[in-house]
Nanobody, 123 residues
């Protein structure tokens, strides 16, 4: 069974940066595509970025393009989300999920989910 644990969230001022980590345990993360999702208060969970098993193919939603970078280190069984130039609208709980990579954010493709890490962007 694959277990995912997110970390790296916190409070940051607008324009600041955070790096989220999604650490896997139980089995290797290597065969799985991984996505980051987020859910702001009162809003639906939405996809943010995803990466295929090798790390060569990535996807970003328009609202984070040019500011967020997804990467993975299969040797460390970890996927990262580097978030730069953060904005108040990025405030949300961020979740990582693993499953079949399609370059999309259809929940049905993701079988394993973490518990989330809070990101708050505020001055």
């Amino acid at each position: 069974q694959l277990r995912l644990v997110e970390s790296g969230g916190g409070l940051v001022q607008p324009g600041g940066s955070l790096r989220l980590s999604c650490a896997a345990s139980g089995i290797t993360l290597e065969p799985f595509g991984v996505a980051w999702f987020r859910q702001a208060p009162g809003k639906k969970r939405e996809g943010v970025s995803c990466i295929n098993s090798s790390g060569r193919d990535t996807n970003y939603v328009d609202s984070v393009k040019g500011r967020f970078t997804i990467s993975r280190d299969n040797a460390k069984n970890t996927v990262y989300l580097q978030m730069n130039n953060l904005k108040p609208e990025d405030t949300a709980i961020y979740y990582c999920a693993a499953g079949h990579y399609t370059g999309t954010y259809d929940f049905d493709w993701y079988d394993y989910w973490g518990q989330g890490t809070q990101v708050t962007v505020s001055s």
